[in-house]
């Protein structure tokens, strides 16, 4: 060969290059034997329901490790274990006396009038403060809202009213609504009184219920359970009659402007104060993350993180459940979303390159008692925070139909919904909106602890077309967390498959794409959650949404 005839050659394969860079081979498609073998595996009454902290749990736990194992992947927890321990606590009822007074007059606070909660805070709770009313019990700025002007509640008993802030997505206030007694906290109470507007015969199953169910909570990296921050140590519930007795005044008009989103205005009330004599029972567990690395390829990017997350538990078994099965399998509630994480996982090995960021997959515990196996990692996360590109939530697929559309929830909200229309426009996979707003998703599965702290995270879910809503109906009305959501359903496997080939190719788009996902400008859980952080501009398409505040 001459030197002209190299240096042609050279040339020729210089154009040749970066066109095979721009046309790559089709990507590797998810078996729907593997997701198979994962579901059925998972939701066998052997595993007893998956229930964080039992034996069946456990099982689970080595058999994502042991498939991880098979798939060449790296050990994401601490010490190059599989296992991320979450420390919980349970804290089990026990007796309560609660003494109220209005002034130096008491008021009596039998049972039907009020409950707390076990507190996972401690096993004896004994205090004497006084109790302030703080409307709403709602301080949000960027929402222009603060119940909590002008008050001291540093010390004392906070006792708030049911309502939300007018005009805002169902989502915002499912939000605002469930960080209430975190707003407490963060202003020194030490503790919470929600107000129960139901009429008397609700208001005292309701209290019932609160006073005795167990409560689990993880504890965090300062020693307290996550869900009684700061000061606080107790959660519990009043009537608005009790409530009205205890300020000497008629709380009925107050509750009912808070709950058409009026303007509240709060009468003086006379001097208020709550004793507290309060025992439950705890008992300490751990029940693991289970969490797989794939290292990036681009020395630029690999020390950014794309994390696939789905819970593993479910509900466990219930002996009173009615008829005659009681394990809870959760073959939809999560099998379903860990079959899809691990094939996806699967694919991720398989490509000709190994993707650009890096790849986290994490199988989380204890979604079902609060998002806490995602709660306790938020907080003491095996990968900064701020090196999370995106996080891909799976919970609870429906591939019991040939579905044509998704639905991803936080689509309106950060630009991580933008890499699902491609990829499902790839597989002939259209987007629709949210058909079931007033169940506001977003707020209710794993992704949102990631959210809360600031990192662009979705969930999906199969759509409503093609037989997708009657689907959905029924399972919602028959089968979700009940015994039914098991393998005796009709699944199909070709589906589900389809649904890991749809997530694997969004996580893959984020992990290769130079630019991670951004927050959308001028959206309220951005602003919130990553103040000062990179927006990127929201979709024209999106402004007839109700996202924006
Ligand atoms: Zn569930």
Known sequence: MTAYRYLLAAGMLGLAAPLAAQAPADPPRAQSDEVRAHVEFLADDLLEGRRSGTRGYDLAALYVASRYRAMGLEPGAPDGRWFQDVPFVRAAPGETVLTGYRGDEPVALGPDRAALRPSPAGEAIALDAPLVLAGRGISEPLLGVDDYAGLDVAGKIVVVLPGTVPGQAGDINAHVGSIKAEVAAAKG????????????????????????????????PDGRPSGLPGALEFEGYVTLEAASALFGLDLAPVARAAAAGGEIAIPHAPEARLTVDHRSVHEHFTSPNVIARLPGSDPQLAGETVMMTAHLDHVGINPEARGEDKIFNGALDNAAGIATMLEAARLFTLGEAAPRRSVTFIALAAEEMGLLGAGYYAAQPTVPLDDIAAVVNLDMPVPLYDFTDVVAFGAAYNSVAEKVADAGASLGISVSPDPMPEQNIFVRSDHYEFAKKGVPAILLFTGYANGGEDEWNAFFAERYHKPGDDLSQPLDWRALARYADLNYRIARTIADEPDAPRWYEGTYFGDRFDPGGERAARPAALDSAPASH
């Open 189 to 220: 109470a030490r503790g919470i009184l929600y107000v129960l507007a139901a009429p008397a015969p609700r208001a005292s199953r309701f209290l019932d219920y609160m006073r005795g169910n167990e409560v689990v909570d993880f504890i965090g």
